[in-house]
Structure formats: C-alpha cells, structure tokens
T-cell receptor
C-alpha cells in the first residue's frame, strides 16, 4: 500500500470549513483513499473513501486531485466535537486481508 | 445495531496473570480484527479473522492468543505479558475482509504491572 504524508497538526475555527490535506504520490491505479478519525480515548471512526471521483457524505467531502497524488478531506462546518486525529490511508480493496496501515495522522483542534 | 462492544474497558494485570479481552458485534460482519495502540501512536494491526478463521497474524508474540468462537465474538487471551504490552487494544469488524469500512470498538485500556 502506498505511503501517505499529512501535516502533524492543524487548527480550525468553529463553524468554518476544515480542510485536511494528504499526499499519496506513489498511489497505484487500484488503490482507494480512506479517511478515519479518532476522537480522544475512542476507537477510530470511518469517515469516507474514494477512488478517483470526489465523494460526499453526511460527515465530509473528499476531493481527490486528477493525478490522484493528493487529496483533501473537507469538514464543511467544523464543531468542537470534530477535534480529533484524522488519518488518511491508501489501500487496495480486498488487499492482504484488509490491512489498515495507519500513518501518524493530523491532529485537528477546533477552537471556539 | 452498528456497534462493536469491548469488555472490559480497563484492565490491570500482573506479569504472571492470565486474562482475556472480549469483543462482540451483531452486524453480521464476517471479518474481525485486533489492533494495538500505544500512547500517542497510530493503531497497529495484530490479527485478522475471516469467517472465524485466522487469516493474518502480524508476527505477534505468542503471549497474545486470539480466538474466534463464533461469527459475533472475538477474544484475545493474555498470558505472561510484559509492562511494554500496556496499550489500548482495539477490536474492529467489517462485512468482509478488505472490502468495506471497518467499525471499531472503544477499546480496552490494558496496564501490565
């Protein structure tokens, strides 16, 4: 699975959009981009995933660049409850028993 | 029911004790996972079960022994642990191995004295 690079930390004002970048320059054509988050002292939570088209669900939007070498997770109206570590993971669907290889993630702090 | 439950929430054990962690899901998922997470680090995969059979062991020491007695339950038996094994142990499940998002439980915080 391709390696991902994320900034270690970011701040965002409550009510504003939080844009979390992820670089995955060695991504292969059959690898998906997944995003999870982990609120302090809880288990990770799935947010969204995509292959090459932009995706949106009730939690977030995922924008993948045309060359697929980077992506951005967008939380449109961040709240204090969105403070968490956000992990960007690249993996092949059906790969190696479903391994999720977590990188260091981005610690997002949403401030009032 | 879209929940993965784990018991106990906290566990303190000595190096000579034998204990077990339990994980349960009732979503009909056929893949279940154990992860270990040290403080300030990302989760690391330990074991994967697919249709109640062990499919991946990430070279985990034998003092950790997983068991999947049925499709809803996953246990992790602990014996002769070391203080460095103190961590948050997370269980997860998914519909099938490698195909869908994984649902995580809240974890068991283990302290080995």
């Amino acid at each position: 699975d391709a390696k991902t690079t994320q900034p270690p930390s970011m701040d965002c004002a409550e009510g504003r959009a939080a844009n979390l970048p992820c670089n995955h320059s060695t991504i292969s054509g059959n690898e998906y981009v997944y995003w999870y988050r982990q609120i302090h002292s809880q288990g990770p939570q799935y947010i969204i995933h995509g292959l090459k088209n932009n995706e949106t669900n009730e939690m977030a939007s995922l924008i993948i660049t045309e060359d697929r070498k980077s992506s951005t997770l967008i939380l449109p109206h961040a709240t204090l409850r969105d403070t968490a570590v956000y992990y960007c993971i690249v993996r092949v669907a059906g790969n190696q028993g479903g391994k999720l290889i977590f990188g260091q993630g981005t610690e997002l702090s949403v401030k009032p | 029911d879209t929940e993965v439950t784990q018991t106990p929430k906290h566990l303190v054990m000595g190096m000579t004790n034998k204990k077990s962690l339990k994980c349960e899901q009732h979503m009909g998922h056929r893949a279940m996972y154990w992860y270990k997470q040290k403080a300030k680090k990302p989760p690391e995969l330990m074991f994967v079960y697919s249709y109640e059979k062990l499919s991946i062991n990430e070279s985990v020491p034998s003092r950790f022994s997983p068991e999947c007695p049925n499709s809803s339950l996953l246990n992790l038996h602990l014996h002769a642990l070391q203080p460095e094994d103190s961590a948050l142990y997370l269980c997860a499940s998914s519909q099938e191995v490698g195909r869908n998002e994984q649902f995580f439980g809240p974890g068991t915080r283990l302290t080995v004295l």
